[in-house]
């Protein structure tokens, strides 16, 4: 079956870390790039960042929101990839979804979504 | 950045209604949209990308049209299992929601 899976949320203090994995199943996780998005309780969708296959260079992009506290990175090996989160800030509280991209022309769209992970971050 | 704005806010409606929810870029995105399903608790779906093109699985009562700045998600027969949150999302230039169309049972 393709899926996503992600984990790692929980209750985290304001100014620590917690680290999210999404693992993949069902397709060939090295040949697509890999996006995070958030939403806060009964917010809309905020998007956190993507990355890049190795075919594109396996580099990253974010959001202002979360530009120099947020690192994304994958293990290719495993089909997971991961969102390091530090720094956190009570804003941050929100469910986050990984999501696999597809392309089309260089333009890319998540076409298969996770169920999300919750990130709590209170003190 | 690029914003999205999406029209109504809330949708109340009927089993068996046509069923049309806007989204309207700052700047032109060329057909670089996907319309997105949402229901409480669950993943978003993918239901169209690039402005019109319906994806696999997805029922043909779904339609989506537009290009530049205007765009719009027809439900052409709502039916009991479409009553959910619909977002818009441009990813001309990185990627921006709108803020979503909650569609409602009358």
């Known amino acids: 079956e393709v899926q996503l899976v992600e984990s790692g949320g929980g209750l985290v203090q304001p100014g620590r870390s917690l680290r999210l994995s999404c693992t993949a199943s069902g397709f060939t996780f090295g040949d697509y790039a890999m996006s995070w998005v958030r939403q806060a309780p009964g917010k809309g969708l905020e998007w956190v960042g993507f990355?890049?296959?190795?075919?594109?260079?396996?580099?990253?992009e974010y959001a202002a929101s979360v530009k120099g506290r947020f690192t994304i990175s994958r293990d290719d090996s495993k089909s997971i990839a991961y969102l390091q989160m530090n720094s956190l800030k009570t804003e941050d509280t929100a469910v986050y979804y990984c999501s696999r991209f597809n392309m089309i022309a260089g333009y890319w769209y998540s076409d298969l979504w996770g169920r999300g992970t919750l990130v709590t971050v209170s003190s | 950045d690029i914003q999205m704005t999406q029209s109504p806010s809330t949708l109340s409606a009927s089993v068996g209604d046509r069923v049309t929810i806007t989204c309207r870029a700052s700047?032109?995105?060329?057909?670089?949209l996907a319309w997105y399903q949402q229901k409480p608790g669950k993943a978003p779906k993918l239901l169209i990308y690039k402005a019109s093109s319906l994806e696999s699985g997805v029922p043909s009562r779904f339609s989506g049209s537009g290009s530049g700045t205007e765009f719009t998600l027809t439900i052409s027969s709502l039916q009991p299992d479409d009553f959910a949150t619909y977002y818009c999302?441009?990813?001309?230039?990185?990627?921006?929601f709108g803020g979503g169309t909650k569609v409602e049972i009358k």
């Open positions: 990355i890049r296959s190795k075919a594109y260079g396996g580099t990253t």
């Open positions: 700047q032109s995105i060329s057909s670089w």
């Open positions: 999302q441009q990813y001309n230039s990185y990627f921006t």
